[in-house]
């Protein structure tokens, strides 16, 4: 009995001083965040991945907008759930490499459930984020443009009748790359293109800065002091010096330029000139630094990856849409007569062709089975074709 009280003992001493020292999203804290967005809509997300938004009405943005003298505005303030969800995420992955905080962003929201009761999605309120599974409920009227990032979803179900097709970004590759084998593959692919840009980010900053100060003492910009004052404190931070003026900056920007790209400057003025042009001046860099500068941006830009592509409104002919959501919805296969509407060839994963390739476009349905579906197909065309010249499809 003695050794067994010992154990236990020892057991939840352990225990404990786990729990101490246990991260933020520890196992044993199911609600990570929570909150409301607009009369009788709560929401809430789980250390498993699932945000989870319920009640009633629509989700509700809170924006404070500044006006200035002119009447022009400034949106100085704004919350949203995908906001208050983006901070969190940028306050668990400071410091971290890109590739980890990356990896962290799609494990922190894997599905999106907003239940049966919300009407409407504000433009962009979850497109931060990669979910695996989205659930959309029928009483949805109002789904705004890009309000959920669909890209990486392996299940996409809209309940609402509202909308004849999805409309969400899909999977899509550029013409002539080579598929990832599966989705996890993509994933991985796409981090490993998000880590090439925020290098290529960090490699060009120097440039960037030195561009900052040449506009500056050349009249082509006038900066206000408070900008001045940003900038010094941000570029001092980046390049690990303390500075309360450029000119100090300027050296360094120079030495660290060089050591990228293999130049050899020693001063703003090699780097920079000044030209009229019809437009007013512009600021015109060396042709050395602005080839490698364009071949480095070129390479990363041309990275065999996943790249996001919204059908709406004008998809673009140079790339190939691959299956990764299963959507439905009443009486619709949206996403495949979706891309078809839009020009853009659907496929799946192994080049096959999609599912409900043959749906018709007038009544969504697939005539390709017997004498009479086919000749109900054919008729449904000539109605398609006189709805859609009419713009009544």
């Known amino acids: 009995m003695k050794t067994l009280k010992t154990t236990l003992a020892l057991f939840l001493s352990l225990l404990l001083a786990f729990g101490a020292a246990a991260p933020a999203l520890a196992a044993g804290d199911d609600v990570v965040l929570s909150g409301t967005a607009g009369d009788g809509v709560t929401w809430q997300l789980t250390n498993d991945g699932v945000l989870t938004v319920s009640g009633s009405g629509p989700i509700v943005d809170k924006k404070e907008v500044e006006y200035d003298d002119d009447g022009s505005s400034t949106v100085t303030d704004f919350e949203s759930i995908g906001s208050l969800i983006y901070d969190y995420y940028c306050e668990q992955t400071a410091g971290m490499r890109v590739e980890d905080a990356e990896r962290a962003r799609f494990a922190l929201v894997r599905e999106i459930n907003v239940q049966e009761g919300i009407t409407a999605i504000p433009e962009d309120e979850f497109d931060s984020f990669y979910p695996r599974k989205i659930m959309l409920p029928s009483t949805l009227s109002d789904f705004g443009f890009r309000s959920i990032n669909a890209v990486f979803a392996e299940e996409v179900v809209v309940k609402s009748a509202a909308f004849p097709y999805a409309q969400f970004n899909v999977a899509a590759y550029r013409s002539g790359a080579q598929p990832y084998p599966d989705l996890d593959a993509a994933v991985e692919g796409y981090i490993a293109q ?46 690990g010096e303390e500075a309360d003026a450029f000119e100090t900056l300027v050296p360094t920007a120079i030495t660290l330029l060089n050591a990228r790209f293999g130049t050899a400057y020693s001063a703003l003025e090699q780097i920079f000139s000044l030209e009229e042009t019809e437009s007013g001046k512009e600021i015109v860099a060396d042709e050395t630094i602005e080839n490698l500068i364009d071949t480095e941006r070129e390479r990363v830009n041309n990275t065999d990856r996943l790249e996001p592509m919204t059908l709406y409104p004008d998809p673009q002919e140079e790339y190939v849409a691959y299956r990764w959501l299963t959507v439905t919805a009443p009486g619709k296969s949206c996403l ?44 449904h065309r000539i109605l398609y074709f006189f709805a859609h010249l009419f713009g009544l499809k």
């Not at 900053?205 to 010094?232: C, H, N, T």
């Not at 496929?347 to 096959?352: E, I, L, Q, R």
């Not at 018709?360 to 197909?377: E, I, M, N, R, T």
Request: proline share 1%.
């Open 194 to 239: 998000q880590a090439a840009i925020d290098q290529f980010g960090r490699d060009t900053l120097p440039f960037e800065f030195l561009r900052f100060v040449y506009s500056i003492q050349s009249g082509a910009y006038e900066a206000e002091d408070e900008e001045i004052a940003e900038a010094i404190a941000f570029y001092s931070e980046a390049f």
């Open 336 to 379: 495949a007569e979706n891309c078809r509407i839009a020009g853009v060839n659907f496929v799946n994963m192994d080049g096959s062709a999609a599912d409900g390739e043959n749906l018709c476009q007038f009544c969504g349905k697939d005539h390709s089975g017997s004498l009479w579906q086919k000749f109900v197909g054919f008729l």
